[in-house]
């Protein structure tokens, strides 16, 4: 049975002469590198299992040196990989944080409670973060996680409550089924 991983930076170029490659974190902890001894790497579509020499905070990236790549040439074939760990050796959030991988299959409902449909995924869009939504009469609509939108989440219940308006307003601009009527 393979594990469930999950991404915690993205490795860059090789840095230096012994081995070590830029990582840039896809985590909320600068220090998690410390935490890290063995790790996978999927570049492409292939995964390998790696365990960390050494390991240090360069700026807002990481230092990293895999035993056994001890020249850039050995080290290089992983620019652009993904660093992986299991998903149960992922950190806690702080209060009022969410990881975007849990949000799939969370319910959408309005205020009153009405489902509305199914969180897909949840992503992190140029300007806004938003949720992909498969809404049970509309189909699948980007709903943008702001206050005058999303008005709570939670996590136990797997819920994300939306602003019954503004989730209309999106369904009618989705389906091209404006209420309003244009007077000439």
Same mark, same amino acid.
């Given at each position: ?20 490659? =830029?990582?840039?974190? *896809? @985590? ?6 410390? #935490? ?6 999927? $570049? ?62 969370? =319910?959408?409902?309005? *205020? @009153? ?6 969180? #897909? ?6 300007? $806004? ?56």
């Amino acid at each position: 049975m393979q594990k469930e991983l999950i991404t915690v930076g993205i490795l860059g170029r090789s840095h230096g002469v012994k081995g070590q490659i =830029k990582c840039h974190p *896809e @985590t909320h902890d600068l220090n998690r590198h410390k #935490l890290l001894k063995h790790v996978f790497v999927t $570049v492409g579509k292939e995964t390998l299992e790696l365990d960390i020499e050494k390991s240090s905070l360069a700026g807002k990236d990481w230092l990293l040196k895999f035993v056994g790549y001890d020249a850039p040439e050995t080290v290089s074939k992983l620019t652009n990989g993904e660093l992986q760990i299991p998903i149960e050796e992922r950190l806690p959030l702080p209060e009022g944080e969410y990881y975007f991988s849990d949000f799939p299959g969370f =319910k959408v409902v309005d *205020e @009153t409670g009405k489902a509305l449909g199914v969180v #897909l995924e949840c992503m992190q869009l140029p300007s $806004v973060k938003a949720f992909n939504v498969q809404f049970n009469l509309a189909g699948e609509v980007l709903v943008p996680w702001v206050d005058d939108c999303v008005k709570g989440i939670d996590a136990n219940a797997k819920t994300v409550t939306c602003s019954a308006e503004f989730v209309e307003s999106l369904l009618a601009n989705a389906t091209g089924n404006d209420e309003e009527e244009n007077e000439d």
